[in-house]
C-alpha cells in the first residue's frame, strides 16, 4: 500500500517540496521497498510530516503503518543507502538490478532539481561504493536462483548460449522462468509443448517461439540442445532407452536436460549416457543455495567498506558544513 510507482516519483517531490519537506529530497521505490531521503534543518518535524503525507498518499492512518517504517539519521542513513545500492539489503543478496534502480532514481531527482549538493554527493558515492564492492569482494560470485543456476550450468556445457535452441515441456511458473533466462542470455526461438495447446501457444507466443502438441514433441528433439521439463506428471515421462535413442539421432549431439518438476519427470538412469547431462531441481537448488552460502561469507568485507566510505562521506560533511552546524542533516 505504501508503494510508489516510477511515473508518481515526480509529482509525490513535488508535493514535498511544496510542504517544504526537506531542502533535498529522493524517493527510492522498488519491489520491496519504498524509501525517502532527505536534507533538512528540522529533521525530526519534517520525519514526521513525511508520516502523515505517507499517510495521505496511501489513505492509511499513520498507527496502521508506523511499526514496519524505519527511520535514519546519518550517518546510519548514509550507511544504510551504501547498502541498498550494493545489493546487501535485497531479497536476493547480491543481487545487481538494484544499482539501476539507486542510478534511475537519483537521475530523476537530479533532473527534477529536487537534489542539491549533499545528495547529488551522497548518491554518486553510493554508486561508486557499490562499483567498489562488486570488484573488490565475492559478494556477486556465483548464480542464487534456479533459473540463473541453470543458464550457469547450460553455458558452462555449451560455452555460450547464442543461437542455442531450448525446448520447454509443461508451462508452469518456474519452467517460464528458466525458459526466459535462457532467451535472456541469447538461446534461439522457444519450442513450448504442453498437454494443453492453448497455454503451450500463450509461453510461446510471450517467448517468441513456437507451440507444439505434446504427442508431437519428440519429434523435433533432434532440433534442441536444451530440454526443460516440469510438467504435472506423477510417473517420469522420460527414460533412459528413449533417450540413448534421441542421441542416436543426434550423432550424439550433447544434450543438456533440466528437470524441474516434483515428482521427476525424467529417470535419473538418464544422465549415465554419454554427452547427456542431466540436473533436477534438488542439484539447481543445491548450487543456489553453495553459491548463496559464500556470498553470505563475503559480508563482513562488504560492511568494512562501506562503513570506510560511510566516515569518509561524514569527514566530507563536516568539512562541509562544520560540527556545530544543524543544516544538512540526512534522513
Given at each position: 500500500k ?43 518535524e ?13 489513505q ?11 527511520v ?61 564492492i ?21 553455458e ?30 541469447g ?11 492453448d ?14 502438441h ?40 550433447p ?31 543445491q ?14 568485507r ?8 560511510t ?16 543544516e544538512?542533516?540526512?534522513?
Amino acid at each position: 500500500k505504501l508503494s510508489i510507482p516510477s511515473h508518481k516519483a515526480e509529482s509525490l517531490l513535488n508535493t514535498l517540496a511544496e510542504r517544504n519537506i526537506f531542502k533535498e529530497r529522493l524517493l527510492l521505490s522498488t519491489c520491496n521497498r519504498t524509501e525517502i531521503y532527505g536534507v533538512g534543518t528540522h529533521p525530526a518535524e519534517e520525519i514526521e510530516k513525511v508520516k502523515q503525507f505517507l499517510s495521505e498518499y496511501s489513505q492509511l492512518r499513520v498507527d496502521e503503518f508506523e511499526s514496519n517504517l524505519y527511520v535514519l539519521k546519518q550517518p546510519d542513513s548514509i550507511q544504510h543507502l551504501f547498502s541498498v545500492a550494493a545489493g546487501l539489503d535485497s531479497m536476493v543478496l547480491g543481487e545487481t538490478e538494484i544499482i539501476g534502480q539507486v542510478k534511475d532514481a537519483y537521475l530523476a531527482a537530479h533532473k527534477n532539481r529536487q537534489t542539491g549538493k549533499v545528495l547529488n554527493a551522497l548518491f554518486q558515492r553510493s554508486l561508486k561504493v557499490a562499483k567498489n564492492i562488486r570488484t573488490q569482494t565475492d559478494i556477486g560470485i556465483g548464480r542464487v536462483s534456479v533459473a540463473s543456476v541453470s543458464v550457469e550450468l547450460a553455458e558452462k556445457i555449451f560455452e555460450s548460449l547464442k543461437n542455442k535452441r531450448v525446448m520447454v515441456i509443461g508451462t508452469g511458473e518456474m519452467s517460464t522462468l528458466v525458459a526466459k533466462a535462457m532467451v535472456s542470455r541469447g538461446a534461439s526461438a522457444m519450442i513450448v509443448s504442453s498437454r494443453h495447446f492453448d497455454r503451450a501457444q500463450a509461453l510461446a507466443s510471450e517467448l517468441s517461439g513456437e507451440a507444439l502438441h505434446f504427442d508431437d514433441y519428440e519429434s523435433r528433439i533432434q532440433d534442441v540442445d536444451v530440454l526443460i521439463a516440469a510438467t504435472l506428471s506423477p510417473t517420469a515421462l522420460i527414460h533412459k532407452e528413449q533417450v540413448r535413442h534421441w542421441m542416436k539421432a543426434r550423432h550424439e549431439k550433447p544434450l543438456f536436460l533440466i528437470d524441474i518438476a516434483v515428482p521427476r519427470n525424467i529417470d535419473s538412469e538418464v544422465e549415465k549416457l554419454d554427452d547427456v547431462y542431466l540436473y533436477n531441481i534438488d542439484d539447481l537448488k543445491q548450487i543456489a543455495d553453495k553459491n548463496m552460502e559464500s556470498r553470505k561469507g563475503e559480508m563482513d568485507r562488504c560492511f568494512e567498506l562501506i562503513r570506510r566510505q560511510t566516515q569518509y562521506f561524514m569527514d566530507w560533511r563536516l568539512k562541509e558544513y562544520g560540527p556545530c552546524t544543524r543544516e544538512q542533516t540526512l534522513a
